[in-house]
């Protein structure tokens, strides 16, 4: 039976890309709403695997790090270059991420995250 593990480290990898990618994406120079728009979908759908992850178990708390330190990311990076059309879809995935931490919000299952 093949493994269905969803491999984390590369899930990791792709979340902190997810700023770069939000700055460099060609389509954001052609019209900067429906670049942020396709830059949200993918990012939105990094960040439901981890809520998966999390429904069944098996998230690892370097992921999550990585989630929050990409939300991050991408609101800072988002201003910086003239992208601050993109804030919403990042308060909208970080609204996701904080809904699995403990209700400290700093959290996950007794563990310290990385919190901006």
Known sequence: MPDNKI????LRQCLLLSA????TDS???WSTQ???DAWLV???RLVDIVVALDAKDDLELETLDAASRACHECWQLGTNYGLA???NG???VATKLKSILDESGRSYRGQA???P
């Open 7 to 10: 491999d984390q480290p590369l």
């Open 20 to 23: 770069s990618h939000l700055i």
């Open 27 to 29: 389509t954001t120079r």
């Open 34 to 36: 429906s670049g942020i």
């Open 42 to 44: 993918g990012f939105e």
């Open 85 to 87: 059309e993109s804030r």
């Open 90 to 92: 990042v308060r909208k």
């Open 113 to 115: 995250v990385w919190v």
